[in-house]
């Protein structure tokens, strides 16, 4: 039989071959039966002519099948019907390509070429569809994948939470019970006072971070932006971390630009900012460790950086210490404590500003960098 007469056979056969192929596939692959999702159904008309015109062109089978759109989007689809498997597909296919071979072949014999071209037009389908059935297949296991870890953390995130509370709650009921039941020694009842206000400002700090996150997640927080002074900012925030900073006998250093740099910020958030990572600069250094903070003008824009030779940040967290609620390993007795919020709130408001932050380390041991950059504002 010549190729034209096998293409003119086809074009005539559609219809049948439609109606046999429907009937198969409901019969024979079950999640098919859905029949408002059955792309390969809708567009089967449109490939079979394209199935005839390579028989009769004598194009190139796997270009045409490549060049189809549906294939594509018949792969995405069957992804996307969760209980699909990869063999259904492939069985679709594989009941058209008998079909079509068995409609053709009674009457007329197939000579060889065009046999081959059918399963080679076939065997491209089966290829471009099944790669995207794949690729969506995956990307929707990664996102499952994603969505349990980020319970996960949620769970460890709750149960850290709690004991993050109850410590300092733990510090203050025990110092109410000295003021209440102790001797009226003076000295003893200021310290239990110290000891509960310190506690109390560390409880309302958490407490504090947790409602920002929240707000900032459901985007309520609005910047009061005004011109401000960065080199005044900074040196704000470190008053904050000041008392940290002495008691851990820290070597605090700060370097600026003799121009003034200026920027349009909001001042308690931006202040926000430079005191969370001063704060982890002194929190993650040593006793006696050096903190050096420098102010810097480039092409860009404005850089604050601040640089510890702490305990640094092993290279697998690195990625990820801007995310919620991670934290480096600590020992069992969580020295430093934390909720792990600090980062995630500092590029929030950071991206806010239309700026940027990025956390260097050459790994555990050797010290940390972050890295602000803020747009500027020329005088
Ligand atoms: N300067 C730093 N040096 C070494 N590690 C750091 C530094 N800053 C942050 N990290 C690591 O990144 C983690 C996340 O920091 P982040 O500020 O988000 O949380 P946290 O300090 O643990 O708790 P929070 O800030 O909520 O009180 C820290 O737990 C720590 O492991
Ligand atoms: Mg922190």
């Known amino acids: ?171 203050i009921s025990t110092a109410l019970f000295l003021l209440q039941e102790g001797p009226a020694d003076g000295a003893a009842r200021k310290g239990a006072l110290e000891v509960a206000t310190r506690q109390a400002r560390h409880m309302k700090q958490m407490l504090d971070d947790l409602l920002d996150l929240a707000r900032i997640n459901e985007g309520k927080i609005t910047l009061q932006r005004t011109r401000l002074d960065l080199g005044i900012e900074v040196q704000q925030a470190l008053e904050v971390a000041q008392g940290l900073f002495s008691m851990r006998k820290h070597v605090v250093s700060v370097s600026q630009p003799v121009e003034r740099i200026y920027v349009m910020a909001d001042s308690v958030r931006l202040g926000q900012c430079f005191s969370n990572l001063f704060v982890n600069a002194a929190k993650y250094t040593n006793l006696g460790g050096r903190i050096e903070v420098s102010l810097e003008r480039d092409h860009e824009g404005a850089l604050v950086r601040v640089r510890d030779n702490g305990v640094g940040i092993p290279t697998h967290l690195l990625a990820n210490v801007f995310d919620l609620f991670t934290q480096a390993p600590r020992g069992p007795d969580r020295a430093g404590g934390g909720l792990g919020l600090g980062l995630t709130i500092v590029r929030r408001l950071i991206e806010l500003h239309e700026g940027r932050v990025e956390a260097k380390s050459e790994g555990a041991g050797m010290g940390s960098e972050f890295v602000v950059r803020l747009p500027v504002l020329d005088a």
């Open 1 to 171: 039989m010549s190729e034209n007469l096998a293409a003119k056979r086809l074009q005539e056969l559609i219809p049948t071959i439609m109606a046999r192929w429907d009937e198969r596939v409901r019969a024979e692959v079950p999640p098919a039966a859905d029949a408002k999702k059955v792309i390969l159904r809708d567009s089967l008309a449109k490939m079979l002519e394209v199935m005839a015109k390579v028989l009769g062109d004598r194009t190139d089978p796997r270009t045409a099948a490549r060049d189809l759109a549906y294939p594509t989007i018949h792969g995405e689809e069957r992804a996307n019907q969760a209980t699909y498997t990869l063999e259904e597909l492939i069985l679709e296919f594989h009941i058209l390509q008998e079909v079509v071979l068995e409609e053709l072949e009674p009457d007329h014999r197939l000579d060889k070429r065009d046999r081959g071209v059918i399963i080679q037009y076939f065997n491209e389908m089966v290829r471009v569809t099944a790669g995207e059935f794949v690729r969506v297949q995956q990307t929707l296991q990664a996102y499952a994948d994603r969505l349990a870890q980020s319970d996960r953390s949620k769970d460890e995130f709750l149960a850290m939470l709690g004991h993050e509370l109850r410590n300092p709650l733990g510090a």
